[in-house]
């Protein structure tokens, strides 16, 4: 069985840097949710608001059972902003079709995500907007884990947090 751990955070608070330090030091490979589903898909980013979560999410479901690898790493997301820029947490069933071994959750401070994200995609979303998206990704975190009966690694700023085993563990 594939052990995948679920690199969970919002945009722009690390992911794809912490999952690409991991690839390097342990030589996993490291997979992007919104990548698979633009390669197995006529999906094309335009914002970073999302319209059709529910057929993404089948797509990712059927792009993660074509990869070969037993272990990776998989950065995504619990909760989106859909175009009326509210939030929207994706639904259980998608975590569960997943089988995931471990979550991890990176969180950050939201102006130090703010700054990153006008940086880098040269725009950004509201810092409130950005604090609930935040929030909820968190809790979706640590409610699916708890729910799958897998373990959650919290990561703040890079570094892991107090009473969370290292990532290492799980790969």
């Known amino acids: 069985m594939k052990k995948i751990v679920f690199i969970a955070g919002i945009h722009g608070v690390g992911k794809t840097t912490f999952c690409q330090k991991i690839q390097e030091d342990m030589a996993?490979?490291?997979y992007s949710c919104s990548t698979l589903i633009k390669e197995n898909s006529d999906y094309i980013e335009t914002s970073k608001?999302?319209?059709?979560?529910?057929?993404?999410?089948?797509?990712?479901?059927e792009a993660l059972n074509r990869?070969?690898?037993e272990k990776l790493l998989l950065d995504g997301h619990f909760c989106l902003i859909d175009n009326s820029n509210s939030v929207l947490k994706l639904d259980d069933s998608v975590f569960e079709s997943l089988n995931l071994s471990a979550i991890a959750v990176l969180t950050c401070d939201i102006n130090t995500i703010h700054n990153r994200l006008q940086e880098r995609d040269g725009t950004t979303f509201d810092i409130k907007l950005l604090q609930q998206l935040h929030d909820a990704e968190l809790e979706m975190a640590i409610?699916?884990?708890?729910?799958l009966n897998i373990p959650l690694i919290h990561y703040r700023n890079g570094i892991l947090m107090k009473d969370s085993p290292p990532?290492?563990?799980?790969?």
């Open 28 to 30: 996993i490979k490291h």
């Open 143 to 147: 409610r699916i884990s708890s729910k």
């Open 167 to 171: 990532i290492t563990d799980f790969l």
């Open 67 to 69: 990869i070969p690898d």
């Open 49 to 61: 608001t999302i319209d059709k979560a529910e057929r993404n999410q089948l797509i990712l479901i």
